[in-house]
């Protein structure tokens, strides 16, 4: 059956490539890039509902944003489609100069009005990537008076709340929700009042490097060069981008020469890849973390003795060096890895007799019954089978529940799950308020709150001190005074056992044909294919 998969892709190839099946087999193109990846969460291509870490990577190469976050330096940005930008001294206000000269695929001109429209469009439509904004103040309602373009130059964009604006920046050179889009073009497709919404789930209105040809669900999309893109032309003719699920498959294409990139490869396949002279694999560092979680809501680990028993009884050190390899890296801070705001590593190790002792504190000489809930795929499900090793040596025993993402993350909205393993926290924004946000932050604990983008309040954990500390952080504009309270706030949440327990920080690894020169894979997934080229 995989043999056949693999002919079937190998034809498809041909037929889009207009190539016989012997020079397929042979050599991509050399002109061209074909990536294999998996598109079933490619929902939409509308950036105001682009969520998931493959339509951050399509968009990205047929739109610019304003400003971009520097790939090999993500603590960098650099300017896009604004030359420039100034804060002013309170932090509320941000002012863009724009560039002049550029071109959407359409060849309309592209002017303030523009990115004022595409920003203001999110909160009007209120999809899912409207949620980041809403969490800085902006409504539907006061986003035409906050952000505007005075001059075909010039936008502004007032802050409506206190908040630190290099978050709102890093927002702007991330989030999908800020690629800039073709007013007139979007417009003249619109439909009863949609702001071009159905016209957008599959068709595009960019400046980007490429221009979308064609796009067929769970199938194939085409990407050809943008000869009048502002920064001069892409190096490559052609983007063609493969829906493939097999990692078998994947591994035997790459091997073969038959892609140039492949996404989403089981470890054992891409192990088995580094044993060979003709890939490359590269390791991207994504922005969210694996971890386990208990319901602080519910009996026993309501109690802290209990929870800090539950963090002596993982073997994190274990857990990273036999099941995280190609997955993570370890981590147990609720914050990225890498910003300066983190704290060095607590050092938690499996600590058998010291999780038996606290659980005997708590009540619990003989341990408890429990589940885990987990994914069935690796790394979650072997992350939960070593949670159950080392929890049964202290008496907790516990079964594994496995099922889909909603079942799994379902009961955690709902807060009747007791163990989670997980994976979340915050965008792609290089700042710790993304993290803690996420993770921790939960300014309303009852269960009508439903406050379910917080996973502090779906764990049930709650401190009114750590919620204010990451406030006032938030709105602290003394750069010191600020690392001074993130470190608080880590702190804090050590001393407290909190519910959620980081284990691994997310990598992504990307396998490459040695072929394929100048890939820079991006931990905010806006990978960008303009100066992508192959070996001559």
Same mark, same amino acid.
């Given at each position: 059956?995989?043999?056949?998969? #693999?002919?079937?892709?190998?034809? =498809?190839?041909?037929?889009?490539?207009?190539?016989?099946?012997?020079?397929?087999?042979?050599?991509?193109?050399?002109?061209?890039?074909?990536? /294999?990846?998996?598109?079933?969460?490619?929902?939409?291509?509308?950036?105001?509902?682009?969520?998931?870490?493959?339509?951050?990577?399509?968009?990205?190469?047929?739109?610019?944003?304003?400003?971009?976050?520097?790939?090999?330096?993500?603590?960098?940005?650099?300017?896009? =489609?604004?030359?420039?930008?100034?804060?002013?001294?309170? /932090?509320?206000?941000? #002012?863009?100069?724009?560039?002049?000269?550029?071109?959407?695929?359409?060849?309309?001109?592209?002017?303030?009005?523009?990115?004022?429209?595409?920003?203001?469009?999110?909160?009007?439509? $209120?999809?899912?990537?409207?949620?980041?904004?809403?969490?800085?103040?902006?409504?539907?309602?006061?986003?035409?008076?906050?952000?505007?373009?005075?001059?075909?130059?010039?936008?502004?964009?007032?802050?409506?709340?206190?908040?630190?604006?290099? =978050?709102?920046?890093?927002?702007?050179?991330?989030?999908?929700?800020?690629?800039?889009?073709?007013?007139?073009?979007?417009?003249?497709?619109?439909?009863?009042?949609?702001? /071009?919404?159905?016209?957008?789930?599959? %068709?595009?209105?960019?400046?980007?490097?490429?221009?979308?040809?064609?796009?067929?669900?769970?199938?194939?999309?085409?990407? $050809?060069?943008?000869? /009048?893109?502002?920064?001069?032309?892409?190096?490559?003719?052609?983007?063609?981008?493969?829906?493939?699920?097999?990692?078998? #498959?994947?591994?035997?294409?790459?091997?073969?020469?038959?892609?140039?990139?492949?996404?989403?490869?089981?470890?054992?396949?891409?192990?088995?890849?580094?044993?060979?002279?003709?890939?490359?694999?590269?390791?991207?560092?994504?922005?969210?973390?694996?971890?386990?979680?208990?319901?602080?809501?519910?009996?026993?680990?309501?109690?802290?003795?209990?929870?800090?028993?539950?963090?002596?009884?993982?073997?994190?050190?274990?857990?990273?060096?036999?099941?995280?390899?190609?997955?993570?890296?370890?981590?147990?801070?609720?914050?990225?890895?890498?910003?300066?705001?983190?704290?060095?590593?607590?050092?938690?190790?499996?600590?058998?007799?010291?999780?038996?002792?606290?659980?005997?504190?708590?009540?619990?000489?003989?341990?408890?019954?429990?589940?885990?809930?987990?994914? *069935?795929?690796?790394?979650?499900?072997?992350?939960?089978?070593? =949670?159950?090793?080392?929890?049964?040596?202290?008496?907790?025993?516990?079964?594994?529940?496995?099922? #889909?993402?909603?079942?799994?993350?379902?009961?955690?909205?709902?807060?009747?799950?007791?163990?989670?393993?997980?994976?979340?926290?915050?965008?792609?924004?290089?700042?710790? %308020?993304?993290?803690?946000?996420?993770?921790?932050?939960?300014?309303? $604990?009852?269960?009508?709150?439903?406050?379910?983008?917080?996973?502090?309040?779906?764990?049930?954990? %709650?401190?009114?001190?750590?919620?204010?500390?990451?406030?006032?952080?938030?709105?602290?504009?003394?750069?010191?005074?600020?690392?001074?309270?993130?470190?608080?706030?880590?702190?804090?949440?050590?001393?407290? *056992?909190?519910?959620?327990?980081?284990?691994?920080?997310?990598?992504?690894?990307?396998?490459?044909?040695?072929?394929?020169?100048?890939?820079?894979? %991006?931990?905010?997934?806006?990978?960008?294919?303009?100066?992508?080229?192959?070996?001559?």
């Amino acid at each position: 059956m995989k043999t056949l998969s #693999t002919l079937r892709a190998g034809l =498809l190839l041909c037929t889009l490539l207009g190539a016989t099946p012997t020079a397929v087999w042979a050599e991509t193109p050399r002109d061209q890039l074909i990536v /294999g990846m998996s598109m079933v969460n490619l929902l939409s291509l509308d950036p105001a509902s682009a969520t998931g870490l493959e339509v951050a990577e399509v968009g990205a190469n047929l739109y610019d944003m304003l400003l971009e976050q520097d790939a090999e330096h993500p603590d960098t940005l650099v300017p896009a =489609l604004a030359e420039s930008w100034t804060v002013s001294a309170d /932090g509320r206000r941000l #002012t863009f100069v724009l560039r002049e000269g550029v071109r959407f695929h359409s060849g309309n001109a592209f002017s303030a009005e523009d990115a004022a429209w595409s920003l203001q469009r999110v909160l009007k439509l $209120n999809r899912a990537l409207a949620s980041t904004w809403k969490a800085y103040g902006f409504t539907a309602t006061n986003v035409d008076q906050l952000i505007q373009a005075p001059d075909t130059r010039t936008l502004v964009i007032e802050l409506p709340q206190p908040t630190d604006p290099l =978050l709102v920046l890093n927002t702007l050179a991330t989030s999908p929700s800020a690629f800039i889009l073709d007013r007139r073009e979007v417009l003249a497709h619109q439909r009863d009042g949609d702001l /071009g919404a159905s016209w957008l789930n599959t %068709h595009a209105a960019g400046s980007g490097a490429f221009k979308l040809d064609v796009w067929r669900a769970n199938d194939v999309i085409l990407m $050809n060069r943008f000869d /009048g893109y502002w920064r001069g032309p892409a190096k490559l003719r052609r983007v063609v981008m493969r829906h493939m699920t097999e990692s078998q #498959t994947l591994r035997l294409m790459v091997m073969r020469g038959d892609l140039d990139v492949a996404r989403g490869m089981a470890a054992s396949d891409i192990q088995a890849l580094t044993r060979t002279d003709e890939v490359v694999v590269e390791q991207v560092q994504r922005g969210t973390l694996y971890y386990v979680a208990v319901n602080a809501r519910k009996t026993p680990f309501a109690d802290i003795r209990v929870r800090q028993a539950i963090r002596a009884a993982i073997d994190y050190q274990g857990i990273d060096q036999v099941v995280m390899p190609h997955y993570g890296l370890l981590n147990q801070r609720p914050l990225q890895l890498g910003l300066k705001a983190l704290l060095p590593q607590p050092g938690y190790r499996l600590d058998i007799e010291q999780a038996r002792r606290l659980l005997a504190e708590a009540g619990y000489p003989q341990g408890f019954t429990t589940t885990i809930r987990s994914l *069935a795929d690796p790394p979650f499900i072997n992350i939960a089978t070593n =949670l159950q090793a080392t929890f049964a040596r202290v008496g907790i025993k516990a079964s594994i529940v496995t099922g #889909t993402g909603n079942q799994v993350y379902g009961a955690m909205r709902d807060r009747t799950f007791e163990v989670i393993v997980g994976r979340g926290g915050g965008g792609a924004e290089r700042h710790p %308020h993304s993290s803690l946000r996420a993770l921790v932050y939960n300014p309303d $604990n009852r269960d009508e709150a439903r406050l379910t983008n917080f996973q502090g309040w779906r764990t049930g954990f %709650h401190d009114a001190e750590i919620n204010e500390l990451i406030e006032q952080a938030e709105r602290e504009r003394d750069p010191g005074r600020q690392l001074a309270l993130y470190a608080q706030v880590q702190e804090r949440y050590d001393a407290l *056992a909190g519910a959620m327990l980081p284990l691994s920080q997310m990598v992504d690894e990307i396998v490459l044909h040695r072929d394929v020169l100048a890939y820079q894979g %991006h931990s905010a997934a806006t990978t960008r294919l303009r100066d992508v080229h192959k070996q001559p």
